[in-house]
């Protein structure tokens, strides 16, 4: 496995989640959020807690790069679409579902809620896909004495 790689790829993973997180949910979800404004933390509050969101996104980011690492061959943008699309299909089955059936939130914010996890983790993946590389150990024909 090449640490240095897999902790590029989580590093530069994570730079673009803060890009493109601000862009979904500050930006592109701002008013459907304004409409549930009853069922979240008043924006004070969530501004508080913001690093400790950051903090364990980016643990998440290493152990999303260490599993690409571990489990597929190394192939590239494709794989790394497709492991991230696994991912994200991981994440709606047992996290935003779940979230929409706790919090008094719309059936439309759900589906944007998992529209963005499948795009996103297609994103990261594709991102891990082109930046991690194997180290690889070359092939030794064996020497017939």
Same mark, same amino acid.
């Given at each position: 496995?090449?640490?240095?790689?897999?902790?590029?790829?989580?590093?530069?993973?994570?730079?673009?989640?803060?890009?493109?997180?601000?862009?979904?949910?500050?930006?592109?979800?701002?008013?459907?959020?304004?409409?549930?404004?009853?069922?979240? +933390?008043?924006?004070?509050?969530?501004?508080?807690?913001?690093?400790? =969101?950051? =903090?364990?996104?980016?643990?998440?980011?290493?152990?999303?790069?260490?599993?690409?690492? +571990?489990?597929?061959?190394? =192939?590239?943008?494709?794989?790394?679409?497709?492991?991230?699309?696994?991912?994200?299909?991981?994440?709606?089955?047992?996290?935003?579902?779940?979230?929409?059936?706790?919090?008094?939130?719309?059936?439309?914010?759900?589906?944007?809620?998992?529209?963005?996890?499948?795009?996103?983790?297609?994103?990261?993946?594709?991102?891990?896909?082109?930046?991690?590389?194997?180290?690889?150990?070359?092939?030794?024909?064996?020497?017939?004495?």
């Amino acid at each position: 496995m090449n640490r240095a790689r897999l902790a590029l790829t989580a590093l530069v993973s994570w730079v673009v989640y803060l890009g493109v997180s601000f862009l979904v949910h500050a930006v592109l979800l701002k008013n459907i959020y304004m409409q549930h404004a009853s069922a979240m +933390r008043p924006e004070a509050e969530a501004n508080a807690i913001l690093p400790l =969101g950051f =903090g364990f996104a980016l643990l998440g980011f290493f152990a999303f790069a260490y599993l690409y690492a +571990r489990t597929c061959q190394g =192939g590239g943008v494709a794989e790394g679409i497709q492991f991230g699309l696994m991912v994200g299909v991981i994440l709606c089955c047992f996290g935003t579902i779940w979230d929409y059936m706790v919090w008094p939130v719309s059936p439309r914010l759900a589906a944007l809620w998992m529209v963005d996890y499948l795009l996103e983790f297609a994103l990261y993946g594709g991102i891990v896909g082109a930046l991690y590389q194997p180290n690889h150990r070359p092939y030794r024909v064996p020497i017939n004495a």
